[in-house]
């Protein structure tokens, strides 16, 4: 008998997925309630679903957010808030624990004889599972509260979390329309549908994008998104008006039918453009099925083979007070975030996500590490982010410049366009209150920080080529942005030398090297004469399309000779050291900007203490991974992207030809186990003692010569 229970264990474990791989000390555990509300939220979400949950005043409340819900602002809505409350309530006890479970990608409530109420989202599906169970008979309530039940102007502060940006109001008013909420089928049913483009029309009016409205890519229109709420043992009850931290909400409120052992809810989600509600409607009911059939062991094994992928475990056995425990135990916690949205359509925004929470209370750098994770099923949301949006920068670049090619922005919003306020801050920002000038080239940011700064999409452009480069991703669908990107810097820059010199490159018969200006060494280096960032990204991208070997819009040879005639990047001496100039000349300096530097120099001691730093515990919110606000959102989230590139770096660099070099930059105080990814469908997993590397297995064998330890 007992052999048989062994086999059974066994067959559970493969069926649900591989064995988890994070300690049971990663899980985020709290044995009493916080006192700032949402600020002291616990975060969970799977698929594009994520959810804030916190315990307050005798009653478990959730945040709810999904993916694509843009309303007619371009703003990413709520689609509401969920309280539970419960009588007798069993949470409100010494024995409280409320436990983020994170191997296994769910938020637990734990009260009195051991009732629980568990959260965990389906990741296959948009809909969230509540469920409640007691060793006595509950009953159960359940509130569903919408603070958008009438239409309101939108306040200052708000515009910045659409695409009006700030100081806006003097030139335009927003308005927040109302969602359209009510029982339903014994449930509570919330839905909005954006029938007014007034953003939308402003903003291409001010870019002089008007006459080419209809046929330009737009989020926004007959966008749709809702929830429904529903439990069979639950029956409407009454509406009521409430109160919660500044703003003013309507509770629509489902009652017990009978008290009972156990209550199952579920929170069921959809977004789409369609023509019309009806059609919505359909799809949402599609969901609603699902919802009934679904358990969570598929979701539990895609949380368990996502942990298996990758990984990095410092100190394990040293627990909380030990800094280096902090940053494995935090590195996963982010990574368990980014995982919550890894079925997206649309990219994890650095500022906040999809867990914001109430206010009274840069992108790249996101998804970065996800090649050395090996997350590529994540990073395509990214990717196709910018592929959605490449006919939009197409068309920018041939109105503005008459040019076939895609003329991106830093500031880009989720239509290709600038949001409103980036691009007049000069004119709208009341310190500066400067009009731009008529001669001002269309399409340019009228703004000292972000003029000329075309990198970013560069970045992006490369990563789409290293995740081939790393796996064999498939480039293809993303051809005609990396192209067109590409495009844009040989066409302008050939053209804006030509209106100076009749050759439109360097050299005396004019066939040298493109000049790249007027540009910007990264946000910093104003007006500069070829500035490296540019330069070494064009460089990369180049060789990286070169070695990819796939093509749509040009050849190879084309690309070869493109990757001729990019500047060589400028010296200079500083300190007495030959050192990268920012570029070969520039007038202003306007942004100044290290972890991931210091990793990649080696530089062990200060590299160290700043992973550590960043991936304290946060001061500001009980969530140890909720820092902010620094220069972005609470949370921000690009804190840990920019934290996990450092760390990655300090463990692993595979910057010079097919090197892999380990422990370039890792102290001896983190003793470690990882798994991480190399370009070449290679991964290397491993141990680390005292700083030495104890062993380690690289897959395929092949690569095992290209391994070099230390900073040999």
């Known amino acids: 008998m007992g052999y048989l229970n062994l086999i059974l264990s066994v067959l559970l474990i493969y069926c649900t997925g591989v064995l988890a791989v994070l300690p049971a000390s990663y899980d985020v555990v709290w044995d009493k309630p916080g006192v700032n509300g949402s600020a002291d939220s616990m975060p969970l979400g799977g698929g594009d679903i994520g959810l804030n949950t916190w315990y307050e005043n005798d009653t478990i409340l959730m945040y ?17 808030r969920v309280r539970l409350s419960f009588d007798p309530n069993p949470f409100d006890s010494k024995s409280f624990e409320q436990r983020l479970l994170l191997n296994d ?45 009438e239409d309101c102007p939108i306040i200052n502060e708000e515009r910045n979390q659409g695409s009006w940006g700030i100081y806006t109001s003097k030139i335009a008013n927003g308005t927040t329309y109302a969602d359209k909420i009510g029982f339903h089928e014994n449930g509570v049913l919330m839905s909005h549908r954006n029938e007014k483009l007034d953003l939308w029309n402003f903003q291409i009016k001010q870019q002089g994008l008007e006459k080419h409205s209809d046929k330009m890519y737009n989020p926004m229109r007959d966008n749709e998104f809702g929830i429904f709420v529903l439990s069979e043992q639950l029956r409407p009850g009454a ?80 627990g909380e007070k030990d800094a280096g425990f902090q940053v494995g135990k935090n590195y996963q916690i982010w990574r368990y975030l980014m995982g919550c949205n890894a079925k997206g359509d649309w990219p994890t925004k650095f ?62 919003d989720n239509t290709g366009l600038s949001n409103v306020f980036e691009y007049n801050a000069q004119w709208y ?38 995740a081939n480069i790393y796996s064999g991703f498939d480039v293809k669908p993303y051809l005609e942005f990396i192209e067109c990107q590409l495009a844009w810097f040989d066409k302008f820059y050939t053209r804006e030398m030509q209106k100076r010199n009749p050759w439109p490159l360097t050299g005396m018969a004019g066939n040298e090297s493109l000049v790249i200006y007027p540009g910007s060494g990264a946000e910093t280096y ?42 060589a990047n400028t010296l200079r001496q500083q300190q007495g050291h030959t050192c990268i100039a920012p570029a070969e000349a520039y007038t202003r300096v306007q942004n100044s900007e290290d972890v991931i530097w210091l990793a990649r120099m080696g530089f062990t001691v200060n590299a160290t203490a700043m992973t550590e730093d960043r991936y304290a515990p946060s001061k500001v919110c009980k969530f140890p991974t909720f820092k902010g606000p620094n220069f972005d959102w609470t949370p921000d989230l690009n804190h840990y992207g920019s934290a ?53 297995t690289v897959l395929p064998k092949s690569r095992k010569g290209d391994v070099i330890v230390g900073q040999d």
């Open 105 to 149: 990608g769910y938020v637990k409530y734990t009260g009195e004889d051991n009732t629980t109420a568990k959260i965990w989202v389906d990741v296959f599906n948009p809909v969230v599972h509540i469920e409640v169970d007691s060793p006595e008979k509950i009953a159960v309530s359940v509130a569903y509260e919408n603070w958008r039940y």
């Open 429 to 466: 920002d009341d310190d500066a209150n400067t009009p731009r000038p008529d001669f001002f080239p269309d399409g340019e940011l009228w703004n000292v920080w972000l003029n000329h700064v075309q990198d970013t999409a560069n970045e992006f452009a490369d990563m789409i080529l290293q």
């Open 239 to 318: 509406v009521t008006n409430g109160h919660y931290s500044n703003t003013t909400y309507k509770a629509w409120n489902l009652e017990t039918k009978s008290p009972s052992k156990s209550f199952m809810i579920t929170l069921s989600e959809y977004q789409a453009q369609t023509k019309s509600h009806d059609e919505w409607y359909k799809g949402l009911k599609n969901v609603i099925k699902s919802a009934v059939k679904n358990t969570q062991d598929a979701t539990i094994a895609w949380w368990h083979n996502y942990w298996t992928r990758s990984y990095i475990i410092i100190n394990e056995d040293k």
């Open 64 to 80: 709810i957010a999904k993916s694509g819900t843009f309303d007619e602002n371009n703003s990413l809505l709520k689609l509401g």
């Open 644 to 696: 996990s590139i450092g760390l990655q770096e300090q463990l692993i660099q595979t910057f010079v030809g097919d090197d892999i070099r380990l422990l370039a930059a890792w102290p001896k105080t983190w003793d470690a186990r990882f798994k991480v990814w190399a370009p070449h469908n290679t991964t290397v997993e491993g141990t680390v003692k005292a700083g030495k590397m104890a062993k380690f």
């Open 526 to 567: 104003k007006e500069s004469y070829n500035p490296v960032s540019t330069l070494a990204g064009l460089r990369q991208v180049v060789k990286d399309l070169l070695i990819v070997d796939e093509y749509t819009l040009q050849n190879k040879t084309y690309y070869t000779k493109y990757l001729a005639k990019v500047p």
């Open 351 to 412: 500022n906040g996500g999809l867990w914001t929470f109430d206010p009274i209370y840069n992108q790249r750098l996101l998804y970065w590490p996800l090649l050395r994770s090996g997350d590529f099923d994540v990073m395509t949301q990214q990717f196709d982010f910018y592929k959605r949006i490449t006919p939009n920068a197409v068309l920018r670049g041939q109105v503005y410049q008459h040019i076939d090619a895609a003329y991106f922005l830093e500031q880009t």
